[in-house]
Nanobody, 125 residues
Framework: EVQLQASGGGLVQPGGSVRLSCAVS????????ITWFRQAPGKEREGISC??????GADYADSVKGRFTISGDKMTVYLQMDSLKPEDTAVYSC????????????????????WGKGTQVTVSS
C-alpha cells in the first residue's frame, strides 16, 4: 500500500523558515516523482515543487523559486521553505506520480496517482 505523509507545518513569522517532510512508503515502481502542492483558503491547489525519486530533476513554480528548496530520496522528501510570506499560508501536501516511463517530475495535479494528507503552514506575525 502506497502511503505519503506530510509533516512539519506550524505557525511561523514572516521572513522565517520551516522544513516540511513527506514520508514515502509502498511504491514499487522503479522510478517515480514526488510533488509538493499547497492550497490556500478560497484558492485552487497549486503544484509548487517536485523531485524524482533519485533526488534529481527538481522543479519549482515561479511563486516559490529562489525561496523554497526540495531535496530527498526514496524514503523522505523535504521542502525547505525560507523567506516566508503571509501569502504562503496554506495546507501543504505531497503526492506521487508513478506512471510507467516517467522521466521528469510534474507540478500538475491531474498526473498524480497517490496523495497524502496535508499539513498546515501559517505565516503570520
Amino acid at each position: 500500500e502506497v502511503q505519503l505523509q506530510a509533516s512539519g507545518g506550524g505557525l511561523v513569522q514572516p521572513g522565517g523558515s520551516v522544513r516540511l517532510s513527506c514520508a514515502v512508503s509502498g511504491i514499487t515502481r522503479p522510478r517515480y516523482g514526488i510533488t509538493w502542492f499547497r492550497q490556500a483558503p478560497g484558492k485552487e491547489r497549486e503544484g509548487i515543487s517536485c523531485i524524482m525519486d533519485t533526488g534529481d530533476g527538481a522543479d519549482y513554480a515561479d511563486s516559490v523559486k529562489g525561496r523554497f528548496t526540495i531535496s530527498g530520496d526514496k524514503m523522505t522528501v523535504y521542502l525547505q521553505m525560507d523567506s516566508l510570506k503571509p501569502e504562503d499560508t496554506a495546507v501543504y501536501s505531497c503526492a506521487a506520480d508513478v506512471n510507467y516511463g516517467i522521466r521528469d517530475c510534474s507540478l500538475h495535479e491531474r498526473i498524480m496517482d497517490y496523495w497524502g494528507k496535508g499539513t498546515q503552514v501559517t505565516v503570520s506575525s
